[in-house]
């Protein structure tokens, strides 16, 4: 979703980096070339206005860290800022004596009912009991949809034959209560625009569920159109927090720079693919990171330990550290890399990493080639890859589809990382091909 403003802002403060002094000219440049960033990436005007403001201001006075060249301390002072625009402090969901109400609100088309499903999972996987309501009334296949879903998840969905969208969700706040349930999620009507009857509608249910949390679901893809419709809401209905859809798009960002300074209220989650279990927590600073190019590894290691159960990954530690790659291994590891979701994505957030895979286009179907490969060996040469002759190959080859190049070079490339992890296991570092190699005193 970032990556034109990130190519834009990086651009921008490129000829600032590793500059020891600034003069008012180099700080003005980049001001406008910030400025030009965040607009085309449909920043609001008012918002782009006061953060380049606020931003010259630091960078022109006396704000300086010792340790940190003049160049590094703008950068370091648009991440703040860029933080501080997104939103800082605490911004998790309240919540109270069971069962804890959450509304969510939003207008048609921006993903409201699934993404109630996708917060269910969310909080069933923090150790609750979610169940949902079906109070849209007005897209018959609201509900249908969102029984789906929670046949899917296997959470409950609570729905009613009445056409009253306040007995509706009354009457399945109450199933939900006597069910046991401790979290509730009321999925509400939208509209193609904003209008009275649409929060006259939500303000009934409001006043009839008393949600704790009241969520409003934007489509990130509408930009600027999503501030304006958070605007109309708020002014109505006060929510507590904004859920982003579609940040897995083509947006150009504008809507998750602007909501929180044109509303006051903090985005919460953002959704960032099509799969139900691809529902983030909003971390400014850590958006703010990528936007820059700094990389995010807090994420990386989050969604590292969600995709490997703990025992495994114990287990795969422990035979790293032996320098054991097997087969078996690979597979496991390609399995762990597919939960974290796109690997272009998985890569950008190493750090020094997204800027050097701008251009490379990574192929994910050369991935499922060499998996081919991998599950047309037998198990005992998946353990054992020092079995694999050169009959063993061929047949490898052809029950895979690829040539006995391609098998290979799988094998070279295996006895490569096992190399390499044994290196590593005895505390010393590998040295890549074409990389001088270190002396004790650590001089090339």
Do not use: C, W
């Amino acid at each position: 979703m970032f990556d034109t403003l990130s190519d834009k802002l990086q651009h921008a403060l490129g000829d600032l980096r590793g500059k020891g002094r600034l003069d008012e000219e180099a700080i003005s440049r980049a001001m406008r070339e910030i400025r030009l960033a965040l607009l085309e990436a449909d920043v609001n005007f008012q918002v782009v206005k006061d953060f380049v403001a606020q931003v010259r201001e630091r960078a022109s006075g006396q704000d300086v860290l010792k340790g940190l060249d003049a160049g590094q301390q703008v950068v370091k002072i648009v991440h703040e800022e860029l933080t501080n625009l997104m939103g800082s402090g605490d911004s998790r969901l309240a919540f109270g004596k069971p069962p804890t109400v959450i509304l969510m609100a939003g207008l048609q088309g921006s993903g409201k009912t699934t993404t109630s499903a996708k917060l269910a999972l969310k909080l069933r996987k923090e150790g609750r009991k979610p169940a949902l309501v079906a109070a849209d009334l007005q897209r018959p296949a609201a509900i249908d949809q969102l029984e789906t879903l929670g046949r899917q998840l296997q959470i409950p969905v609570y729905r009613t034959e009445t056409k009253d969208p306040v007995e509706a969700a009354k009457r399945g706040l109450d199933a939900a209560r006597e069910a046991g349930e401790d979290v509730v999620i009321v999925d509400t009507a939208g509209r193609l625009h904003v209008d009275q009857e649409l929060m006259e509608e939500l303000v009934r249910v409001r006043n009839a569920t008393k949600p704790l949390n009241i969520l409003l679901v934007l489509d990130a893809m509408t930009g600027q159109e999503a501030v304006n419709v958070a605007q109309a809401f708020q002014e109505q209905v006060a929510f507590d927090g904004v859920v982003l859809t579609k940040l897995d798009g083509d947006a150009r960002g504008g809507a998750a720079l602007s909501v929180r300074a044109v509303t006051g209220k903090p985005v919460k989650y953002v959704s960032v693919g099509e799969k139900l279990d691809q529902l983030e927590d909003f971390h400014p600073d850590r958006m703010a990171s990528r936007i820059l190019g700094m990389g995010d590894v807090l994420t990386l290691i989050e969604k590292a330990e969600a995709a490997v159960e703990e025992d495994e990954q114990a287990a795969m530690e422990a035979r790293m550290r032996a320098g054991i790659f097997t087969f078996d291994d690979f597979l496991a590891a390609q399995k762990m890399l597919k939960k974290m979701g796109p690997i272009q994505g998985v890569l950008k957030m190493i750090p020094g990493l997204g800027n050097q895979l701008k251009d490379v286009d990574i192929d994910e179907r050369q991935l499922a080639r060499v998996e081919a490969i991998v599950l047309s060996m037998t198990p005992k040469e998946r353990s054992m890859p020092h079995l694999i002759d050169g009959s063993r190959r061929q047949r490898i080859a052809a029950g895979s589809g690829q040539t006995i190049q391609d098998v290979n070079k799988l094998l070279s490339a295996r006895k490569q990382m096992e190399k390499m992890m044994k290196q590593m296991g005895k505390g010393k570092m590998p040295t890549l091909p074409g990389q001088p190699k270190l002396t004790k005193t650590g001089r090339r």
